[in-house]
C-alpha cells in the first residue's frame, strides 16, 4: 500500500512563489518516478514536472526555468519549487509516482490547490 501525502499549495500572487512537498510511505519501490502534474477546471491532468531516482528531471515546456523538482530518496519525499507563477498555472496539483517503464503513474496524491491571483 503506498500513500502520498501532498503539501504546500495555497493563494499567491502572480510573480510569486510557492513550495509544494509530497511525503511518500508505504511500499516504495527504489525506482519510482516522482512527479507533479496539474489539473484545472475543464482541462486534463498534465504532467508539471517528474524526475527518476537518479536525479534526472523532466519538466513540462511551461514549467521550464520557472519549477524546480527535487527529491530526497532516504525520506522518500518529492518537492517542487514553483517560482514567476502565472494565473494560468492555477490548479490542483497532485504527487505521483510510477516505475520508469510506465507512461503513465499508478500512484496518485489526494492533491492540493494552488490559486495564482490578485
Known sequence: QVQLV????????PGGSLRLSCAAS???????????YRQAPGNARELVADITSYGITNYADS???????SRDNA?????????????????????SLRLPWQSS??????????????
Open 63 to 69: 514549467s521550464k526555468g520557472r519549477f524546480t523538482i
Open 6 to 13: 501532498e503539501s504546500g499549495g495555497g493563494l499567491v500572487q
Open 105 to 118: 503513474p499508478d500512484h496518485w496524491g489526494q492533491g492540493t490547490q494552488v490559486t495564482v491571483s490578485s
Open 26 to 36: 508505504g511500499s516504495i519501490d527504489r525506482f519510482y518516478v516522482m512527479g507533479w
Open 75 to 95: 525520506k522518500n519525499t518529492v518537492s517542487l519549487q514553483m517560482n514567476s507563477l502565472k494565473p494560468e498555472d492555477t490548479a490542483v496539483y497532485y504527487c
